[in-house]
Antibody, heavy 121, light 107 residues
Framework: EVQLVESGGGLVQPGGSLRLSCATS????????MSWVRQAPGKGLEWVAH????????YYVDSVKGRLTISRDNAKNSLYLQMNSLRAEDTAVYYC??????????????WGQGTTVTVSS | DIQMTQSPSSLSASVGDRVTITCRAS??????LNWYQQRPGKAPKLLIY???SLQSGVPSRFSGSGSGTDFTLTISSLQPEDFASYYC?????????FGPGTKVEIK
């Protein structure tokens, strides 16, 4: 069974840092692009970032560039999101998602259950 | 960035009803348009990819159509488990923007 399990969320003060992890199983992790998507309380979905299979390409939404960094460890079948200089507007549930291979054309076909990040003093 | 809009933002319908949700992109996204369902407190679930391809395991009452800037998600006969929020997303250009969502509620 394909599984994505996020961890690392919590309460952090503005300006603080947090590292999210996504442990995967049930598929060949190194064959897939991976994404982070977030959802602020009571709001819609926002694509945050995604990373190529080998980590050589990374893309971000403008609002997180320079503060959030996506990475992966294919030996550990894990995806990460390093979050620095956090702001109140980063408060959200963060989902790890697998990016489907052809013919999905970047549709996200498997999602984790999410981890909650709250930025507040 | 490509802006996505959806209509309606919410709707009330009965079990068995045919439901149509519309998604519009601010510029052409070819057929790189996906639909997700999100039940309350749950993670999103992929329903339709590349505008009209049904994701494996998704009931055939769900269908998608459109290309360019205008797209439609149709539920042919609404079931109790379909009461949820639905989001479109373009994966034509980065950032991969989502629509604001359509909440389908019980009448």
């Amino acid at each position: 069974e394909v599984q994505l399990v996020e961890s690392g969320g919590g309460l952090v003060q503005p300006g603080g840092s947090l590292r999210l992890s996504c442990a995967t199983s049930g598929f060949t992790f190194s064959n897939y692009w991976m994404s982070w998507v977030r959802q602020a309380p009571g709001k819609g979905l926002e694509w945050v970032a995604h990373i190529r299979e080998d980590g050589s390409e990374k893309y971000y939404v403008d609002s997180v560039k320079g503060r959030l960094t996506i990475s992966r460890d294919n030996a550990k079948n894990s995806l990460y999101l390093q979050m620095n200089s956090l702001r109140a507007e980063d408060t959200a549930v963060y989902y790890c998602a697998r990016v489907g291979r052809w013919p999905y054309y970047y549709a996200m076909d498997v999602w984790g259950q999410g981890t909650t990040v709250t930025v507040s003093s | 960035d490509i802006q996505m809009t959806q209509s309606p933002s919410s709707l009330s319908a009965s079990v068995g009803d045919r439901v149509t949700i519309t998604c519009r992109a601010s510029q052409s996204v070819n057929n790189n348009l996906n639909w997700y369902q999100q039940r309350p407190g749950k993670a999103p679930k992929l329903l339709i990819y590349t505008a009209s391809s049904l994701q494996s395991g998704v009931p055939s009452r769900f269908s998608g159509s459109g290309s360019g800037t205008d797209f439609t998600l149709t539920i042919s006969s609404l079931q109790p488990e379909d009461f949820a929020s639905y989001y479109c997303q373009q994966t034509y250009s980065i950032p991969f923007t989502f629509g604001p969502g359509t909440k389908v509620e019980i009448k």
